[in-house]
């Protein structure tokens, strides 16, 4: 079984919002950063948010800064990232990540190359 799984995808219009879940099951990562990315159609997969543990500190992309919001909650196991304003930019299939070991260095939260585990990723389609 994947460790990570993603739902709460779906089909939105220009404005509205989304949550979308990350659940985690047979390890547990609450010591460690975790992310969400996404990928466009004819895209090439792209950071969209992570959240460290400690704080939790939050980090965007700059397309979704201020409109999308991710959280943890360690006691559930479960990541979130709601999304607001949403545009038809946004559709794409959006993907959990966490790493295989600790991550702490912000500096590589964007990376994808910093992740072991991907869930099998949700749809959000924005209608204009």
């Known amino acids: 079984q994947a460790p990570l799984a993603e739902s709460g995808g779906g089909l939105v219009q220009a404005g509205g919002s989304l949550r979308l879940s990350c659940g985690v099951s047979?390890?547990?990562?609450?010591?460690?950063?975790m992310a969400w990315f996404r990928q466009a159609p004819g895209k090439e997969r792209s950071f969209v948010a992570a959240i460290d543990w400690s704080t939790p500190r939050t980090y965007y992309a700059d397309s979704v800064e201020g409109r999308f919001t991710i959280s943890r909650d360690n006691a559930k196991n479960t990541v979130y990232v709601h999304m607001d304003s949403l545009k038809p930019e946004d559709t794409a299939v959006y993907f959990c990540?966490?790493?295989?070991?600790?991550?702490?260095?912000?500096?590589?939260?964007?990376?994808?190359?910093?992740?072991?585990?991907w869930g099998q990723g949700t749809q959000v389609t924005v209608s204009s």
């Open positions: 047979g390890r547990t990562f609450s010591k460690s950063a």
């Open positions: 990540a966490a790493p295989g070991s600790p991550l702490y260095n912000s500096a590589c939260f964007d990376d994808e190359q910093s992740y072991d585990y």
